[in-house]
């Protein structure tokens, strides 16, 4: 296996990180409502920012609307809207944990 140099690393690869990261999260508890919702929002901070607000290309998902969000997430996961990271991510979100993310990042402010 090849070797990853230090500053190698593509923005991809750390979504893809952080998708693992929130899967292992998710093992082995059903339906996962017991996770806190900074712990979703932690998997979601590897791409979007730690506050919602995207450093990158990758768009900023903080002070939308829960409504947006909510159907962002759901769309993504019913795979009417596909991403490779995205589509993944949802499809292991359940309903509450969707409403969870939707609040928590509606209710960040957006960079300015």
């Known amino acids: 296996m090849g070797r990853i140099r230090h500053g190698s ?11 693992i990261l929130l899967l292992a999260c998710l093992a082995g508890k059903p339906g996962a409502e017991g996770i806190p919702t900074s ?15 995207s450093p990158a290309s990758i768009p900023s998902i903080a002070a939308l609307e829960t409504d947006e969000l909510r159907q962002l997430l759901l769309s993504f996961r019913s795979g009417e ?4 990271v995205m589509t993944r991510f949802a499809r292991a979100l359940t309903d ?17």
Not at 40 to 46: F, I, N, S
Not at 96 to 112: D, G, N, R, T, V
């Open 81 to 84: 809207l596909d991403s490779t």
């Open 39 to 53: 712990g979703l929002a932690d998997a979601c901070a590897v791409c979007h920012g730690p506050d919602g607000n």
């Open 9 to 19: 690393v593509t923005k991809p690869a750390i979504c893809q990180a952080g998708l």
């Open 96 to 112: 509450a944990e969707i409403e969870q993310l939707a609040k928590h990042f509606s209710q960040l402010p957006a960079a300015e």
